[in-house]
């Protein structure tokens, strides 16, 4: 059954309540009849219509101002307009108003009347069904950002009735431009709605759960207890998203850095509750990500701070404000230095030096971990080919190398442009890689670890026993040299398990032909129990700390290369 309301229109309703073709079509109309303006709006305002038929002239206004009316409300019956005569301006006015049709009067047939009526109610469904699509997020099916923005507008309101208190959750996946590198696109956007779907179980019914595009996610908690709740919501969330996820037969790991912000204890300002929660989020990503943070009043000048030394850090990188540092290595039987490690370094100007601990994550958050990676590769080959000219002809100088570097860039010709234009002999630069950078994806990381090797360069592999330790990869990939993590170093003189893991490191090298170094040498027992082990060569600040080239040429020359504990 339809219902159809007639404004003005009474001559036509027998059309419909009377066409034995209605009824073999199993369509009945049932049609309510009414002749003004005013008549029309508590029709429509007291119950629910089909469609609604209106005439143009009405005896207290026209039809086309009934249609005006309703066209930007919740009303989504569609309207069809009557008039008496032909009129082109008529024409562009009703389908300007909203109405889906427009008929002079004399050329309406049974037929044509109820085709429109079908018509109009199919195309107001599908007006429905894409505007609930446009509040949702493709991929995912949450809320997108017009929809989440929406839905805190009205929490907040009720908040604001009721004395309620709303916790703003908003994450961004860790690295996920690495995992999309890495895996793919097409892997990257089911990863997408694995987390969609995480988010769904950790949350309840009353909460919004939202994506706001690429690999970020929003929250709004609702009627939350307290704030240990909140955090136990927080820590939830994130270990579900640590759990390996299971892709196309595909092992895949993710993390995420959250911000959390609370209405209205943090702020009662729309726009600044999402600048906070914005803020928090950006924290725990510097902070190593994995983690959240809760907003803090502190934190906006931590922020800013840190993202005006992201953009200073840009024009840095294009003049010469970063530099390198050099830590010796020495060879445990030679006693001579055989290799320096290359530390970037950032002298601001009205800051001074800035900590590679602060530094390092902006450029990751900032994207500009490449360039600064491209940086540091083109100037230890020129300190190193400036060594040589001042008679530290065999000492090779290492470079680390960022996941991100070693994935998303051309890895090889980047290092083959720095050794052209130093003319450094490749053998004597050594690229260095943590585990996980190589293991994400195992035969493109051996392509690109063998075209470097042909090219004459050294590979490391660095924190060595942290990450995936698997024995596979040290017998296909070209290694030349393994760094046991400082962690087991440090350890040895307290815990037999790390002295145990030391000397399985050194021993599975050497039965490899793979060099050993340890690094984070730090007092004269830990030198000894390695030198006893047969370790190839240390590292660490009991040595030698990082120096200047100029310095670290002046003390290597001065001390004749020897192995003996840094004053």
Same mark, same amino acid.
């Given at each position: 059954?339809?219902?159809?309301?007639?404004?003005?229109?009474?001559?036509?309703?027998?059309?419909?309540?009377?066409?034995?073709?209605?009824?073999?079509?199993?369509?009945?109309?049932?049609?309510?009849?009414?002749?003004?303006?005013?008549?029309?709006?508590?029709?429509?305002?007291?119950?629910?219509?089909?469609?609604?038929?209106?005439?143009?002239?009405?005896?207290?206004?026209?039809?086309?101002?009934?249609?005006?009316?309703?066209?930007?409300?919740?009303?989504?019956?569609?309207?069809?307009?009557?008039?008496?005569?032909?009129?082109?301006?008529?024409?562009?006015?009703?389908?300007?108003?909203?109405?889906?049709?427009?008929?002079?009067?004399?050329?309406?047939? &049974?037929?044509?009347?109820? %085709?429109?009526?079908? +018509?109009?109610?199919?195309?107001?469904?599908? *007006? !429905?069904? $894409? #505007?609930?699509?446009?509040?949702?997020?493709?991929?995912?099916?949450?809320?997108?950002?017009?929809?989440?923005?929406?839905?805190?507008?009205?929490?907040?309101?009720?908040?604001?009735?009721?004395?309620?208190?709303?916790?703003?959750?908003?994450?961004?996946?860790?690295?996920?431009?690495?995992?999309?590198?890495?895996?793919?696109?097409?892997?990257?956007?089911?990863?997408?709605?694995?987390?969609?779907?995480?988010?769904?179980?950790?949350?309840?019914?009353?909460?919004?759960?939202?994506?706001?595009?690429?690999?970020?996610?929003?929250?709004?908690?609702?009627?939350?207890?307290?704030?240990?709740?909140?955090?136990?919501?927080?820590?939830?969330?994130?270990?579900?998203?640590?759990?390996?996820?299971?892709?196309?037969?595909?092992?895949?790991? &993710?993390?995420?850095?959250? %911000?959390?912000?609370? +209405?209205?204890?943090?702020?009662?300002?729309? *726009? !600044?509750? $999402? #600048?906070?929660?914005?803020?928090?989020?950006?924290?725990?990503?510097?902070?190593?990500?994995?983690?959240?943070?809760?907003?803090?009043?502190?934190?906006?000048?931590?922020?800013?701070?840190?993202?005006?030394?992201?953009?200073?850090?840009?024009?840095?990188?294009?003049?010469?404000?970063?530099?390198?540092?050099?830590?010796?290595?020495?060879?445990?039987?030679?006693?001579?230095?055989?290799?320096?490690?290359?530390?970037?370094?950032?002298?601001?100007?009205?800051?001074?030096?800035?900590?590679?601990?602060?530094?390092?994550?902006?450029?990751?958050?900032?994207?500009?971990?490449?360039?600064?990676?491209?940086?540091?590769?083109?100037?230890?080959?020129?300190?190193?080919?400036?060594?040589?000219?001042?008679?530290?002809?065999?000492?090779?100088? &290492?470079?680390?190398?960022?996941?991100?570097?070693?994935?998303?860039?051309?890895?090889?010709?980047?290092?083959?442009?720095?050794?052209?234009?130093?003319?450094?002999?490749?053998?004597?630069?050594?690229?260095?890689?943590?585990?996980?950078?190589?293991?994400?994806?195992?035969?493109?990381?051996?392509?690109?670890?063998?075209?470097?090797?042909?090219?004459?360069?050294?590979?490391?592999?660095?924190?060595?026993?942290?990450?995936?330790?698997?024995?596979?990869?040290?017998?296909?990939?070209?290694?030349?040299?393994?760094?046991?993590?400082?962690?087991?170093?440090?350890?040895?003189?307290?815990?037999?398990?790390?002295?145990?893991?030391?000397?399985?490191?050194?021993?599975?090298?050497?039965?490899?032909?793979?060099?050993?170094?340890?690094?984070?040498?730090?007092?004269?027992?830990?030198?000894?129990?390695?030198?006893?082990?047969?370790?190839?060569?240390?590292?660490?600040?009991?040595?030698?700390?990082?120096?200047?080239?100029?310095?670290?040429?002046?003390?290597?020359?001065?001390?004749?290369?020897?192995?003996?504990?840094?004053?």
């Amino acid at each position: 059954m339809l219902d159809i309301l007639s404004v003005g229109c009474r001559e036509f309703a027998r059309f419909l309540v009377l066409s034995p073709c209605a009824i073999s079509r199993n369509i009945n109309y049932n049609v309510k009849t009414v002749v003004t303006y005013a008549e029309a709006l508590e029709a429509i305002e007291s119950r629910e219509f089909d469609a609604c038929l209106v005439n143009f002239d009405l005896a207290d206004k026209s039809g086309l101002d009934l249609i005006r009316k309703f066209a930007a409300s919740e009303v989504s019956m569609p309207f069809i307009l009557i008039a008496d005569e032909e009129d082109d301006q008529v024409d562009v006015e009703a389908m300007a108003s909203g109405a889906v049709d427009y008929f002079v009067k004399d050329q309406i047939t &049974a037929p044509l009347l109820r %085709g429109a009526i079908s +018509y109009g109610i199919e195309r107001k469904r599908t *007006e !429905r069904r $894409l #505007a609930a699509l446009a509040g949702f997020d493709e991929l995912t099916g949450l809320a997108n950002r017009t929809q989440f923005h929406r839905r805190l507008h009205q929490e907040i309101a009720v908040a604001n009735r009721t004395g309620a208190q709303l916790a703003i959750f908003q994450l961004d996946l860790d690295r996920f431009k690495q995992i999309n590198d890495t895996i793919g696109h097409m892997m990257g956007d089911h990863l997408l709605m694995k987390i969609a779907g995480c988010l769904r179980e950790c949350c309840r019914e009353i909460d919004t759960v939202a994506r706001l595009g690429g690999d970020e996610f929003a929250v709004i908690a609702t009627h939350f207890n307290d704030h240990d709740s909140v955090e136990m919501m927080a820590r939830k969330i994130l270990a579900n998203i640590s759990e390996p996820f299971t892709i196309v037969g595909h092992t895949v790991h &993710a993390s995420a850095s959250m %911000g959390i912000t609370l +209405y209205p204890n943090d702020e009662d300002n729309f *726009e !600044r509750l $999402l #600048a906070n929660v914005d803020m928090a989020m950006y924290r725990a990503k510097t902070d190593g990500g994995n983690s959240y943070r809760f907003f803090d009043a502190n934190l906006n000048g931590e922020i800013k701070r840190q993202r005006r030394l992201g953009r200073e850090m840009r024009r840095a990188l294009e003049g010469k404000k970063f530099f390198a540092h050099y830590q010796p290595l020495f060879d445990t039987k030679s006693s001579r230095v055989v290799s320096a490690e290359a530390l970037a370094r950032w002298r601001h100007p009205s800051e001074g030096f800035i900590c590679p601990d602060e530094f390092i994550p902006i450029a990751e958050s900032a994207s500009l971990i490449d360039r600064l990676g491209e940086r540091m590769l083109r100037t230890a080959c020129i300190d190193c080919k400036e060594r040589q000219s001042q008679g530290l002809e065999n000492i090779a100088v &290492a470079v680390n190398v960022s996941p991100s570097q070693f994935r998303r860039s051309d890895i090889v010709g980047t290092a083959m442009r720095a050794l052209r234009k130093s003319r450094l002999n490749p053998a004597l630069l050594e690229l260095e890689l943590t585990e996980a950078t190589v293991m994400q994806d195992f035969e493109e990381a051996a392509n690109a670890l063998q075209r470097l090797r042909n090219e004459g360069m050294r590979i490391a592999i660095v924190d060595f026993g942290t990450g995936y330790s698997s024995m596979t990869y040290l017998k296909h990939f070209p290694v030349d040299r393994l760094k046991i993590d400082q962690s087991f170093i440090s350890g040895m003189e307290t815990e037999s398990g790390d002295r145990a893991i030391t000397r399985a490191i050194i021993r599975l090298a050497s039965g490899l032909g793979i060099d050993v170094t340890a690094e984070e040498v730090e007092n004269q027992a830990q030198l000894e129990f390695l030198r006893s082990k047969r370790c190839n060569s240390v590292q660490g600040y009991l040595l030698g700390r990082p120096a200047t080239l100029n310095e670290f040429v002046e003390s290597i020359s001065g001390q004749n290369s020897s192995l003996s504990v840094a004053s």
